[in-house]
């Protein structure tokens, strides 16, 4: 509870992929509660939107001027109102992310808004919140965390400190991701290891982040898919792609991970650690498919559309075309390796 005296509004109307229209509600309830400050808790989307809200009431601009993409983070100001985090999922990191990713109405794209004003001024991590995590929801989230960290370790460019914070978070959630699943309830070493793995997880992707999020970007957008759920089944398929140009950073990710791959070759390693994800994955009742989660071919030409707009793909190890991403949507529908050809 907040302190005596202080009043408080609720502003809960916000999808599991945020869109403008909530963004433009919670700004709307904010002015209309003379409000001075946002408390966003929740998951990722509760928490994306929360900082979208801030931004919203103090800039003007139509919210695809923000667009990053755009250099839109040269619009934004310090003027933004303080905004206090509270992780109940551990998945996105958005508690300690300087962006807010929002679906836009005109073309219905998640788009990535960032500037470092966005960080939130405080953010209250406490595993104890997420106990009472359904499992299904559990996995996904912990899911997104461990492709932060892979894809983050993966993306291109130097820079050893987020690769070291990838890798350990990849470890913690390549151990105790299982744990949190099955018996989150009551495995609170599991969930605080996890809650840690998030937010290395978005720590580390201040470097990049790669393939997966281009692709499963606009699956939210056009099928309805949540992100965490969305990354977890395009994982395995995307590792393969990018095992062709760089199996010596996945041979060595799964080093760093615990897997007894020392010395071995960087191609056969590198089978190993993916290998390895795709049994954890399944571990966690995890699909193996975009078809077991609502996707369905005549989608794939949107889809394509919108992860080539989409910017995360910059940062991959293997540069990704139209064609390739083609691929491995039709390669995730039902399971077919045809982007390994």
Known sequence: ALGSGMETAVFDDVEPNPTERNIADGAVCYADHASDGIVAVGGGSAMDAGKAVALRVRHSLPLERYDDLQDGWRLIGPD???????????????????????????????????????????????????????????????????????????ASGYHPLCDAIAVHGAMLAHAHLPMAVHDGATDVEARTQMMMA?????????????????????????????????????????????????????????EGMGLPIQGIPAEEGARILIKEVERLLRAIDIPLTLFEIGVREEMIPALVAGASADGCHLSNPRPCTADDFRRLYEAALYGEPKHTR
């Open 198 to 254: 998030a937010l290395m997880g978005a720590t580390a992707f201040q470097k990049g982040l790669g393939v997966a999020h281009s692709l499963a970007h606009p699956l939210s957008s056009v099928a309805g898919v949540p992100h965490g759920l969305a990354n977890a089944v395009l994982l395995p398929y995307v590792l393969r792609f990018n095992a062709k140009t760089v199996p010596e950073r996945l041979r060595d990710l799964g």
């Open 80 to 154: 933004i109102p303080p905004v206090i985090a509270i992780p109940t999922t551990a998945g996105t990191g958005s508690e300690v992310g300087r962006s807010a990713v929002i679906t836009l109405k005109a073309t219905n794209r998640k788009t990535v808004i960032f500037s470092p004003y966005l960080m939130p001024k405080i953010a209250l991590c406490d595993p104890l919140l997420t106990l009472g995590l359904p499992s299904h929801v559990t996995a996904a989230t912990g899911a997104d965390a461990l492709t932060h960290c892979i894809e983050a370790y993966l």
